[in-house]
């Protein structure tokens, strides 16, 4: 009987039943650039057979994780953006209140010093 997966990992985690060598190919694939993962280079990087990481490949489905991985590190750099976007429209919302602030002293100060 094969081990539960954990509620807290992820697809793309070590699997159960997975050789830790077996998930350390899985890692090395997964973290070739997404325009260019290859079994084939992989397998020249690493010197082991295209064939025998095609079969861990589809053992251990190998493109749905990796898929589930970019999907998530997707969803995170998205998070970040709208965060990072959050936090300057702040800073241009405080700016312009500064310098309306500004403004208001500056006519202020003006039309006080006329007669």
């Not at 539960?4 to 070590?14: N, Q």
């Not at 997404?34 to 990087?45: H, I, N």
């Not at 309306?100 to 039309?111: H, T, W, Y």
Request: proline content about 5%.
């Amino acid at each position: 009987m094969s081990d539960p997966i954990p509620e807290t990992s992820r697809y793309f985690d070590k699997q159960p039943n997975e050789r830790q060598s077996s998930f350390e190919k899985f890692c090395a694939y997964r973290s070739m650039p997404a325009g260019t993962r290859s079994l084939r280079k992989l397998g020249q990087e690493l010197g082991v057979s295209a064939t025998s990481l095609g079969q861990l490949s589809k053992k251990y489905d190998w493109p749905a994780r990796v898929q589930a991985s970019d999907d998530e590190r997707e969803a995170i750099s998205r998070e970040a953006l709208a965060e990072y976007e959050k936090e300057a429209a702040r800073d241009i919302v405080e700016a312009r209140k500064k310098t309306q602030i500004r403004l208001v002293e500056a006519g202020d100060k003006l039309s006080k010093s006329l007669p």
